[in-house]
């Protein structure tokens, strides 16, 4: 249902543009999130949109370093990805929250649908 693309290594303080295409129906009816995994961690919540891309939610370290975008034409979320560290260095997960809200979900539980993964290496 979900496919992302995008990860791969980078040196720290360069760019990566996550993308991840859905193909459900009434991808506006979504919420959409990215969270991110690194190994020997917990699922965590990157970046998260509302249905109209209104609104969006970023976590405290990565706040003026990635931008979520969302085009409900194409069916895609994006995440931008600048000035990268060796902490962002994670499996990146796009998840779809299928839902009546005008905001979003910060949390892995309420998404219905997730991608497989894409990874992201930051040396230093």
């Known amino acids: 249902q979900l496919q992302a693309s995008g990860g791969g290594l980078v040196q720290a303080g360069g760019s990566l543009r996550l993308s991840c295409v859905a193909s459900v129906r009434f991808f506006s009816n979504y919420g959409m999130g990215w969270f991110r995994q690194a190994p020997g961690m917990e699922r965590e919540i990157v970046a998260a949109i509302s249905r109209s891309g209104h609104q969006a939610y970023y976590r405290d370290s990565v706040k003026g370093r990635f931008t979520i975008s969302r085009d409900n034409a194409k069916s895609t979320v994006h995440l931008q990805m600048n000035s990268l560290k060796p902490e962002d260095t994670a499996v990146y997960y796009c998840?779809?929250?299928?839902?009546?809200?005008?905001?979003?979900?910060?949390?892995?539980?309420?998404?219905?649908?997730w991608g497989q993964g894409t990874l992201v290496t930051v040396s230093s």
């Open positions: 998840a779809a929250d299928r839902t009546f809200s005008s905001f979003y979900s910060t949390t892995p539980g309420p998404y219905d649908y």
